[in-house]
Nanobody, 123 residues
Framework: QVQLVESGGGLVQAGGSLRLSCAAS????????MGWFRQAPGKEREFVAG????????VYADSVKGRFTISRDNAKNTVYLQMNSLKPEDTAVYYC????????????????WGQGTQVTVSS
């Protein structure tokens, strides 16, 4: 069982940066691959970034590639999402999630989800 709590969201101007954190409970955090997703009003939840259990492998949605960076610190049971050059279209609730198998891009692959943190980018 893993419990996930996101933090770090807020209001930022276009071009600004935010760093999201996702703190996980449990002693088996390092055995989970992690992902960040987002959901804007009226839209489906979409994949943003994923990272393997070791942190050696990362993947990104094309819309954030080159602007966002996912990382993890297994000693702190935390995964991060550094978001730079933010755009108004990045506005959404951001969720972190944990999975034990493959399928980084798909919501159905993830076993555990956090409650989300709001990110609002003003133009």
């Amino acid at each position: 069982q893993v419990q996930l709590v996101e933090s770090g969201g807020g209001l930022v101007q276009a071009g600004g940066s935010l760093r999201l954190s996702c703190a996980a409970s449990g002693r088996t955090f390092s055995s989970y691959a992690m992902g960040w997703f987002r959901q804007a009003p009226g839209k489906e939840r979409e994949f943003v970034a994923g990272i393997s259990w070791s942190g050696a492998s990362t993947v990104y949605a094309d819309s954030v590639k080159g602007r966002f960076t996912i990382s993890r610190d297994n000693a702190k049971n935390t995964v991060y999402l550094q978001m730079n050059s933010l755009k108004p279209e990045d506005t959404a609730v951001y969720y972190c999630a944990a999975r034990t198998g493959g399928g980084a891009y798909y919501t159905s692959s993830y076993n555990y989800w956090g409650q989300g943190t709001q990110v609002t980018v003003s133009s």
